[in-house]
Every structure is written in C-alpha cells, then in structure tokens.
C-alpha cells in the first residue's frame, strides 16, 4: 500500500505558492498513492483555506487533514473545538491515526503565539483506549503536526521545555509510550519546515520536510531550513515493513543529494536530503563522512542530515566539478549519483 504525506504548503505566502501547490498535487497523484495525509498548515488567511479545499476537491484519492499551528491563525480550527479532531481509521490493515495536538493560547508579551502544542489527558486516554484493539503486528501510522520527537528546538537556538510549547508537544513521550509495543510504528510530522528522520526505541520519527520550503520565499526556489529543495514524502507499506522516500517537487534536481554551505560560518557540507543517523555516505577518493551529533553546539543552525566536509577534503576536491557519492539507506538500499561542487580554485588563486 503506498500513500503520501505532504505538509506546511503556506498557500498565499509570498510567491508562486499556488503554481507550486498545484504542481505538488500533480507530482503526488504520478506516484499512484491510495490516500494523501496533509501535515497541517494550510496558510495564515481564511483566503488560503478556501483555495486550499478548492485545489483538493476533485482529486481522485481522500485526503487527510492534520490541524497545523496556522488552523488557529486563519480561523479554521476555532479555538474551543482545538484538540477534539484526534480520529483513527484503517485501510489495507494499516491503523492510521490523526493526533490532534494544536491548542489556543490567548497570546502575552512573553508568548506572543496564540497556539501551543500538547497531548493532553482526554487525547491521550482516547489514543490508549483507541490501540487497545489493534493486533501488536499491524502497522501503526500516527501523524501529528509538530514532531514527537526533535532535536530541531536546540539546533535552532530556540527555548527548550515551555510551559505552552511552540517547538515541541508536551507529554509527547506519553504518545510514544502508547506506541512502542507495535512492531511496525511511524510517526508523520511537518513543522520545522525539515527532513529529520530517526528511531526512538523502534518508533521511526520521520519529519517531512515542507512543501513551501522556505515559505515560498523564491517561489519553487525555496530551499528549506537546512538545504533541502521543496518536497513531499511517498510511504510504502509492503508485508507490515514501512518505508519511504523524500520526493522533490522539481524532476529535474537532485532527488537525494546536493552540495551545501553554510554562508555565515564557510562550512560545507554534503545534504543527503533525507538521512537518519544509521544511513552511510562515501564520496569516492576522501571516504565515509560522518553525519553531524543533533546535540552538539558545532551543529547550531544545522541538520543531522548534512556531512561535513573537513578543510583537507575540500582541499583535495578543489578542482572538481562533480562528486561521486554513495548513499546507503539503513535498508540496504544503495544509490549512486553525482552531484556538482562550488569552484574552489577561484578562490584559492
Ligand atoms: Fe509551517
């Protein structure tokens, strides 16, 4: 069984969303899927929301909505009804799950948001009473807008353990406590406008990165937070083992891979677009990168999905226009591409 999970379009935010939304559709319905799962937040006017049910109402598969932070800013999710759309559902013995973690937070000098994230007493005694019943061999799949699990808050700087979170879900390890007997468990998320795929005992954390990139901030030309073009993920559930891929919205780039530098500090970096911890990289003649610790203060700004690469091996690399690298994914799965690299000699003459 394949579907897709799509999340933060942004529609009406600076440029392009709409042609960029449309093409997202298009792209997503060529991979053939039974069912489309949106990660929430459609866009920050009632406008955006509109356009959004128009552009979906005549697809050929159902489409599954997910409350993002912006469902409070543009008027969709009232308020007093946050947190009452948590609702399961079953198809080709798979337990699809919708958990409804956006709250209404009456906005203050020091909270200036007027939401916050949290998986509260009735949800999680719903979510427990909803398992109960399902054999622990059955594929589990839960989505919920901001991630169960991320490193993203420290990486950004941003404040860690708030009362009324806006980075992470209070009591999200009381989710993954009610998942972690399923053998075959994943959890969807958007938010961080990101890839940042990991395990958390068994549980694959797999956070998608957005389909408005940036924001739409250069139209279709929108890298995310950490590098990654605009994009959408294609699940694949086959014999209970779930598997995916980081699909970009344009067929023409790199569907796996690009060079990446980081202005401010002249880092550089190889992007492996959806890397978990456990996937290897070689670029031939320097070898195995290491990817990056999430925790570590050397990694501020950055994504555990990007390789460093050391002065000595942007020395060797110099004059190269393009890099071989292999990609393994944890599952066996090897790819190998070229990718091309900035001229260094100008610099160095
Ligand atoms: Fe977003």
């Known amino acids: 069984?394949?579907?897709?999970?799509?999340?933060?379009?942004?529609?009406?935010?600076?440029?392009?969303?709409?042609?960029?939304?449309?093409?997202?559709?298009?792209?997503?319905?060529?991979?053939?899927?039974?069912?489309?799962?949106?990660?929430?937040?459609?866009?920050?006017?009632t406008e955006a929301v509109n356009t959004y049910y128009e552009m979906i109402k005549e697809l050929p598969v159902p489409v599954y909505q997910v409350n993002g932070n912006h469902e409070i800013c543009n008027g969709s999710l009232i308020p007093e009804e946050a947190g009452q759309f948590s609702h399961s559902f079953d198809d080709h013995d798979i337990h699809f799950v919708i958990f409804d973690t956006v709250r209404y937070f009456e906005p203050t000098d020091e909270h200036?948001?007027?939401?916050?994230?949290?998986?509260?007493?009735?949800?999680l005694e719903w979510l427990a009473t909803d398992l109960a019943g399902i054999p622990k061999q059955m594929p589990v799949i839960l989505a919920s807008h901001?991630?169960?699990?991320?490193?993203?808050?420290?990486?950004?700087?941003?404040?860690?353990?708030?009362?009324?979170?806006?980075?992470?879900?209070?009591?999200?390890?009381?989710?993954?406590?009610?998942?972690?007997?399923?053998?075959?468990?994943?959890?969807?998320?958007?938010?961080d406008h990101e890839n940042c795929r990991h395990h958390v005992e068994g549980i694959h954390i797999l956070t998608t990165a957005a389909v408005a990139g940036g924001w739409w901030r250069n139209g279709l030309k929108s890298p995310n937070v950490s590098g990654e073009p605009q994009g959408f993920r294609v699940?694949?559930?086959?014999?209970?083992?779930?598997?995916?891929?980081?699909?970009?919205?344009?067929?023409?780039?790199?569907?796996?891979?690009?060079?990446?530098?980081?202005?401010?500090?002249?880092?550089?970096f190889i992007n492996v677009f959806d890397a978990s911890p456990e996937t290897q990289v070689h670029i031939e003649d320097i070898g195995k990168l290491q990817p990056?610790?999430?925790?570590?203060?050397?990694?501020?700004?950055?994504?555990?999905?990007?390789?460093?690469?050391?002065?000595?091996?942007?020395?060797?690399?110099?004059?190269?226009?393009?890099?071989?690298?292999?990609?393994?994914?944890?599952?066996?799965?090897?790819?190998?591409?070229?990718?091309g690299c900035p001229s260094f000699k100008q610099n160095n003459e």
């Not at 997202?24 to 990660?39: E, H, T, V």
């Not at 980075?167 to 053998?183: M, W």
């Not at 980081?246 to 202005?263: F, I, M, P, R």
């Not at 942007?314 to 070229?338: D, K, M, P, V, Y």
């Open 1 to 45: 069984m394949r579907f897709v999970f799509f999340t933060d379009i942004h529609l009406l935010e600076n440029k392009d969303s709409i042609i960029g939304f449309e093409k997202c559709l298009d792209r997503m319905l060529a991979f053939d899927p039974q069912l489309l799962i949106n990660g929430g937040d459609l866009g920050v006017t």
């Open 112 to 123: 200036p948001h007027n939401w916050y994230f949290v998986a509260d007493q009735q949800n």
């Open 146 to 191: 901001c991630a169960l699990s991320t490193s993203a808050p420290f990486r950004f700087g941003q404040k860690i353990g708030m009362e009324f979170p806006v980075n992470e879900v209070t009591d999200a390890d009381k989710v993954l406590n009610l998942l972690k007997p399923f053998e075959n468990v994943a959890t969807l998320h958007g938010h």
């Open 235 to 268: 699940i694949d559930i086959n014999s209970g083992q779930i598997e995916s891929q980081y699909v970009t919205l344009q067929e023409g780039q790199s569907q796996l891979a690009s060079w990446y530098t980081q202005e401010e500090t002249d880092r550089h």
């Open 292 to 339: 990056l610790n999430p925790f570590s203060d050397s990694t501020k700004r950055l994504s555990p999905h990007l390789y460093e690469l050391s002065a000595n091996d942007i020395e060797q690399i110099a004059s190269s226009e393009t890099l071989s690298l292999t990609i393994i994914f944890e599952n066996g799965q090897t790819n190998q591409l070229e990718i």
